[in-house]
């Protein structure tokens, strides 16, 4: 089967780095995604990333992919209480349909 | 980014009602729409792909005839549950596919379904 895994919760204090980490299974996923999802909210795209880069940093946001452990993370910078949300990684294998993760819940206390 | 919206945003229906759900690309024309269904603290599940002017794709364990969808146009998917029991609780989020140099999908606000 397909499982793109994240751990769940991750609980930060404001004003640090958070990183949230994702473990990919499709080696032919060209996009790699990461979306935010506040409570009773669709989601939101935050960032991509082509599988062919390494990094990419967008404001607050690094996004590193390792294609070889097919592991990918998200750092996001000085973290506020209102990144609090669930973040989903997902991949975009040749189907064009994306696979989600299994989402990590962040928490961020003053 | 672009918009997508869907109507209700909640809907309470009482088992054996059918409840229809929009989805709408406000600004721009999607012809590949997606269905997703999400349990609470879960990720998100893909239904059924919507393609415009053609039969909706199903995943593997979806009833299609349970969860009708319609594409009837370049900006509006509709799926229905038909004769709702209250397994199918959960909410539902659509997303339409935006085809540029990049393809993005954007998705809407999501829909509460709750079935009592």
């Known amino acids: 089967g397909e499982d793109v895994e994240q751990s769940l919760f991750l609980s930060v204090r404001e004003g640090d780095s958070s990183v949230i980490n994702c473990t990919y299974t499709d080696s032919s996923s060209t996009y790699l995604y990461w979306y935010k999802q506040e409570p009773g909210a669709g989601l939101q795209l935050l960032t991509y990333?082509?599988?062919?880069?390494d990094m990419k940093q967008d404001q607050r946001l690094t996004v590193l992919l390792n294609k070889k452990d097919k592991h990918l993370s998200l750092r996001i910078a000085d973290t506020q209480t209102g990144d609090s949300a669930i973040y989903f990684c997902a991949e975009l294998p040749y189907t064009d349909k994306l696979i989600f993760g299994t989402g990590t819940r962040l928490q961020v206390f003053p | 980014g672009a918009v997508v919206s869907q109507h209700p945003s909640r809907v309470i229906c009482k088992s054996g009602t059918s409840v229809k759900i929009e989805c709408r690309s406000l600004?721009?024309?999607?012809?590949?729409m997606f269905w997703y269904r999400q349990f609470p603290k879960q990720s998100l599940m893909l239904m059924a792909t919507?393609?415009?002017?053609?039969?909706?794709?199903?995943e593997q364990g979806v009833e299609k005839d349970k969860f009708l969808i319609n594409h009837a146009s370049l900006t509006l998917s509709t799926l229905t549950v038909t004769s709702a029991h209250p397994e199918d609780s959960s909410f539902y989020i659509c997303?339409?596919?935006?085809?540029?140099?990049?393809?993005?999908?954007?998705f809407g606000p999501g829909t509460r379904l709750t079935v009592l």
């Open positions: 997303s339409a596919l935006r085809k540029r140099e990049f393809n993005e999908q954007f």
């Open positions: 990333i082509f599988s062919n880069m």
């Open positions: 919507s393609n415009e002017g053609s039969k909706a794709t199903y």
């Open positions: 600004d721009f024309q999607a012809t590949t």
